[in-house]
Every structure is written in C-alpha cells, then in structure tokens.
C-alpha cells in the first residue's frame, strides 16, 4: 500500500507526530454552534495532518431525524465554511466514511442503548478497540442527564485495555458550590483522570509559549519577581457584543465566563513555579499553588470595576446597548466588562499587584499578559532630553498578532542623548513558517491520546470559583453596572482602579 505524503507536514521534520491511537470520538450536541464553527472543522485538519488513526470515528449525537448523510452533510460545510488546512477529497471522504449520526433526546435511555449498540458495530468494522470519548458540547443543564444516561446504558465501563474519555465545556458552574456539584456528579461516573475539561485557552500555543519562554530560556526568570516587576496585566478585550447569545450570556457576565477560567489560567501561567516537569500532575499542582495563594484585596469597591456597553459606534456602524439587545431584560444587571485587583501571597509576588479586565464591545480584539517593570531607579540623563519615559515591559500577545514585545528605552539617532520608548517584536508569522493549530486541534488531538496538562482538574476550578465568588457576592449587593460607549476603552471606574494606585492600562 502507498501512502500519500502529507502536504501540510515538512519533509525535514523527522520527529514522530503524536498520533492519536485507534478511537470513537461521540460528540453530543453535534447541531450546535461550538460544534460546526470549531469541533467539526478541528477534526477535519487533525485529519488532514495525519494525525488520526486509520479507523477513527465519529459519532455524531442530536434531537433530528437523520441519517448518517445528513450529518456527514452538517459536518462538509462546517469543514468548508471553518477548518484552517485546505480542503483535500481524499481526506474528507476516508474521514466521512468513519462518520455515524444517533437520534436522540438526552432523557431516552433508548436513545444511549442505541449509541451504545452503534459505538460496539464500530469496534468491529472499524477496530476502534472499545476507545470511546464522549465530548458534552450541550447547555450545561444537560451535563447531569448526560452523565447519567452514559453509566445507566453501561456505556461509560470499560474492559482491559481500552478507555473512557469525557469532555465538558465551560462553564463549570455557575459557582463554587455548583461547581462542586457538577464534580460530583461527573466523579460518580468517571474517575478524575478520565475527565477532560476544556479551557481552550490552554489550547493556544501563545498561552503554552509562556512556559516555553519563561523555562526555556535563562533570561526571564532572573526578573520574573517583586523585585523587578511592578504590576502584571492580562487583558481579553473583545470588539463584539453578546451576539445571539443572550439565553447564555444573561446572568453569567463577564466574569464567570472569562476571569474565571481564561483569566485565572493566564495568571497561573504566569506567576507559577517552574514545575519539576511537564507532566499533568507537575504543571497542574504548580497552578493550584498559585490560585491558592490568590488574595483578594479587603474594599471590592475600589479594587475591583464593572460595567454594561451602551450604544455607540463600532467599525463603522452604530450598534446597540446590552440592555438593547434581544433577549435580555431592561434590568439585567449582568456585566459585560469586569476588572479586578488581585495579588498573590508568596515570596516571588508578595506587593505586586495582578490587575485582570475583560470586557465586550471595546474598541480592539487583543488577548495579552503584559508584565510591566519598575522604572529605573536613577537615569543620569539630562531631563529635557529624556522624553518621561514608560516603564520597561514584556508583552505575551495571545491573539490576534500572536507573539511577545519587549519595550524599552532607546537612544534617538543624532548628536544629544535623546531617549524614548521603543518597541522589539517577535511575531510567530514571521518566525515560523508553519501556522499554529486551532486550539481546539491540540485539545482534542490531548483527549484522544490521553495527555492532560492542558486541561483544568478539579481543583483548579474549586480554587478559581474560590476568588471569584466573595466578588459577585459583593456585586450583587452593590448597584448596577456602569455603563460604557461601545468602541470604547471600557468604564470609568476601571481607570479610577489603576488611577488610585498610580497607574494605567495599556492602550488597547
Ligand atoms: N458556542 C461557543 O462559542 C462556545 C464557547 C465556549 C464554550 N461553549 C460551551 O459549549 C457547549 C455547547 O455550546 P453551543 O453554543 O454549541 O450550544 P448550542 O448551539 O445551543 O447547541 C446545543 C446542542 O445540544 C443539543 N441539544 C440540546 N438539548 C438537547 C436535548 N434535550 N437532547 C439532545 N440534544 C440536545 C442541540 O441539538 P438539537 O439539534 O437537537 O437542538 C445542539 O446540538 C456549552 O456548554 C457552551 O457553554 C460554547
């Protein structure tokens, strides 16, 4: 038999690829949003890189009357509309032929006894080896029926020498207590090690490039503490509003959907201890140290900010307010951009501070952790020739222009000793002539194989709601949101928040 060489993988390369080993991937929710804009595409260019066993499958779970054509059909537009690689025939169709659709409503024990009937054929005509991972991309009300329709169909045991796999999305939970709830629920059926929960941050080489550069390299770490450092900021600003999202987006707000996990991820990265190696049980042990050191300051009024986007202009045209769209109450007082100060108690970060803010409808789509430094104790320059100079920073661009900035202090060209603030950049597009996987590749290319530093366990989850639940207690007894210009920077008392500190966010 000839293989066909793969077009996408470089000739020189001569490392193995990780390769997933024979499996069914059953994907429930399969009609929904994550599912064609991310999932579906995702696996077609881990197809397409070669990284799927010959026999893989995928099992797709949803309410329709389908036949296994009609998914095939959902699955060839996601694949044309999203996926990264180029499209190539024979891949499309080797994958499309290991494609099989289930009707079924989550509360019909008929519907899993017959998922469990199609996932067994599929050992025996595609040698999938009884390897089976269940990716839960529903409405998280369903996680608990879900659950417990895959112990009850015997679906979730296992024999010798095969595995179960279970992915759940975010949010997991609403708060600590929920979330604790929804683990429990989960571990009566699944063991820790077999659950897979996904923060697609993690997924983004930008977010694993933070360790990449911080114990890779000898030149960072001398610096990466109190004594250098002033402040850290990481920021996801996003330019778009909730979208079509309200029945999602309504109550949750800003913080449970983003500081929450992607934020608190972020900051884990970024302020753990060099782990004593990649391992999931290393990484993830050194990231719940650091959100268990986590301090919240004492006034939540003034070191933490919200807000609600009003009307305005964005690219070009006028768009609505929160409370505008549809779908959400005129009194909603959920929070579509949220700030907070936190620090963390440990001999490397103890005084400086951790300032986090996302918000919707800003005027620029930028994830970044900037670590700002304190500014040079003594500058023997002359005043008049020194521009007030910023202080010295390292940027991790998380996306979009994915890369790291260094800014620093430089001399103007010409005959006086002029010094102003310059920018040195390093951009993946141009370093690297292979283009990052989407997240969503890595992660499920992780599930399938078994490797999980990339997902959150339970811990962290617990930890993070920890920080985060003494602040919407005391949101929700403190007033409404501010209200904010969409295309804007985001609420006054955001700035009130730096200001009162001597400080400032970074320009989006
Ligand atoms: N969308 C995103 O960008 C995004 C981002 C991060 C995380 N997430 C998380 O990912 C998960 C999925 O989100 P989504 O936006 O894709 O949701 P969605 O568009 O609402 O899709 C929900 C899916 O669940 C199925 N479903 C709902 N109720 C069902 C029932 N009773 N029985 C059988 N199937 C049922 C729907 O199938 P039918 O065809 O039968 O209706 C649909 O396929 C959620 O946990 C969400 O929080 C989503």
């Keep these: 038999m000839t293989t066909t060489p793969n077009p996408l993988r470089d000739p020189r390369d001569k490392r193995l690829p990780r390769v997933a080993g024979p499996s069914v991937l059953v994907l429930f929710g399969v009609t929904g949003d994550l599912s064609r804009k991310k999932l579906l595409p995702a696996i077609y260019d881990l197809a397409n890189r070669g990284l799927l066993p010959p026999g893989f499958s995928l099992v797709g779970f949803a309410r329709r009357e389908w036949e296994n054509q009609d998914f095939r059909q959902l699955a060839y537009e996601a694949v044309k509309e999203h996926a990264r690689t180029p499209f190539r025939e024979d891949v499309w169709t080797h994958l499309a032929e290991g494609m099989h659709f289930v009707p079924g409503e989550f509360s019909d024990p008929g519907a899993f006894d017959a998922l469990a009937m199609a996932v067994k054929e599929l050992d025996t005509t595609r040698g999938t080896g009884g390897n089976y991972a269940f990716y839960l991309s529903i409405p998280p009300k369903f996680f608990p029926q879900v659950i417990e329709q895959l112990r009850r169909s015997g679906l979730a045991e296992h024999g010798p020498g095969s595995w179960r796999r279970v992915v759940i999305e975010k949010p997991f939970g609403h708060n600590l207590d929920s979330a604790k709830e929804l683990n429990r629920t989960v571990h009566r059926v699944f063991p820790e090690e077999s659950i897979f929960r996904i923060d697609h941050y993690l997924g983004k080489e930008t977010v694993q490039n933070i360790l990449a550069m911080r114990f890779a390299n000898t030149m960072y770490e001398p610096i990466w503490n109190r004594s250098y450092v002033d402040h850290v900021q990481i920021t996801m600003a996003e330019d778009i509003g909730i979208g079509g999202r309200a029945g999602y987006y309504d109550g949750i707000g800003a913080a449970r959907d983003v500081i929450q996990n992607h934020l608190l991820q972020l900051l884990a990265l970024t302020a753990m201890e060099e782990p004593t190696s990649f391992s999931a049980d290393s990484v993830?042990?050194?990231?719940?140290?650091?959100?268990s050191s986590v301090?919240?300051?004492?006034?939540?009024?003034?070191?933490?900010?919200?807000?609600?986007?009003?009307?305005?202009?964005?690219?070009?045209?006028k768009v609505r307010g929160y409370l505008e769209e549809e779908g959400i109450p005129l009194d909603s007082r959920t929070e579509t951009y949220a700030a907070i100060k936190l620090e963390i108690e440990s001999r490397r970060w103890a005084?400086?501070?951790?300032?986090?803010?996302?918000?919707?409808?800003?005027?620029?789509?930028v994830t970044e952790v900037a670590m700002v430094f304190q500014r040079a104790p003594h500058l023997p320059f002359?005043?008049?020739?020194?521009?007030?100079?910023?202080?010295n920073?390292?940027?991790?661009?998380?996306?979009?222009?994915?890369?790291?900035?260094?800014?620093?202090?430089?001399k103007v060209p010409g005959t006086a000793m002029e010094i102003r603030d310059v920018n040195m950049d390093?951009?993946?597009?141009?370093?690297?002539?292979e283009h990052s996987p989407e997240?969503?590749?890595?992660?499920?290319?992780?599930?399938?194989?078994?490797?999980?530093?990339?997902?959150?366990?339970?811990?962290?989850?617990?930890?993070?709601w920890e920080i985060l639940d003494p602040i919407e207690e005391y949101w929700a007894e403190h007033g409404k949101p501010e209200q904010y210009k969409s295309g804007g920077y985001g609420p006054e008392s955001a700035d009130l928040l730096m200001a009162r500190d001597g400080r400032a966010w970074r320009r989006l």
């Excluded at 919240?296 to 964005?314: F, I, N, V």
């Excluded at 002359?382 to 202080?391: A, K, M, N, R, Y």
């Design 426 to 433: 390093f951009a993946y597009g141009e370093s690297f002539t």
């Design 351 to 365: 005084g400086v501070p951790f300032y986090l803010r996302t918000g919707k409808r800003l005027s620029r789509r």
């Design 295 to 317: 301090r919240l300051p004492a006034d939540l009024g003034r070191a933490t900010a919200r807000g609600q986007y009003a009307a305005g202009w964005q690219g070009g045209e």
């Design 284 to 291: 993830r042990a050194e990231k719940a140290k650091v959100l």
């Design 439 to 464: 997240a969503y590749e890595r992660l499920l290319l992780d599930v399938l194989i078994g490797d999980p530093p990339l997902f959150p366990r339970q811990e962290e989850v617990e930890l993070s």
């Design 382 to 391: 002359s005043h008049t020739d020194t521009e007030e100079l910023g202080q």
């Design 393 to 410: 920073a390292l940027v991790m661009r998380v996306q979009p222009d994915e890369g790291i900035t260094v800014r620093f202090g430089s």
